[in-house]
């Protein structure tokens, strides 16, 4: 699975993670679903949502309303969503998916999750960047902040009657 992102879509995903630090962020992605691949043109990150460090909850009615408004809009699809991990320059950052997260992804398992690992510096880095990964992340770093961006996707297969969910980690690059 091949996920490729606009600049400018991933650049709201970084601002409002930053902007809800050390809070996290989520949001909706809108763009092109191919058979294998998925193209990410806009994202809209929620202001209205229920946020700690270790979660973060949007209000239903509230994406309801905006999905309507920007898939008649801009005449996009909603192709999944988006959150962020956050950690503190101490901590290890590690892009993994957590249980609450697979749970949810599997409610909609065409849609595609995905998730900014953002780490705060005490002080600015010198240094900025954006660039893919070979192994499909994105990584950057931008003022006090360092990110790794990594996209999921919930595969299923039918065994008998019963349906089998597979999160997989999907090949993610910036264009
Ligand atoms: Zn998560």
Redesign the pocket.
């Known amino acids: 699975m091949k996920v490729r992102i606009e600049r400018q879509a991933l650049a709201m995903i970084i601002a409002s993670s930053i902007e809800h630090f050390a809070k996290e962020t989520v949001g909706m992605l809108y763009g092109i679903r191919g058979s294998n691949s998925f193209m990410i043109n806009h994202t809209y990150p929620h202001s209205n949502a229920y946020r700690t460090e270790y979660s973060v909850l949007y209000e239903r009615n509230g994406r309801n309303r905006v999905n309507g408004y920007f898939g008649r809009f801009l005449d996009v699809d909603l192709i999944g969503g988006f959150?962020s991990?956050t950690y503190f320059s101490q901590q290890n950052m590690s892009l993994v998916?957590?249980k609450?997260?697979k749970k949810e992804m599997c409610k909609k398992p065409s849609n595609i999750e995905l998730?900014l690992c953002i780490k705060e510096f005490e002080k600015n880095k010198a240094k900025e960047f954006v660039k893919n990964t070979i192994g499909g992340y994105v990584i950057g770093q931008n003022s006090k902040y360092k990110f790794n961006a990594g996209v999921f996707y919930t595969d299923v297969t039918n065994k008998g009657e019963k349906k089998i969910y597979h999160t997989k980690r999907a090949q993610l690059k910036l264009i």
């Open positions: 959150h991990h998916i957590s609450e997260d998730i």
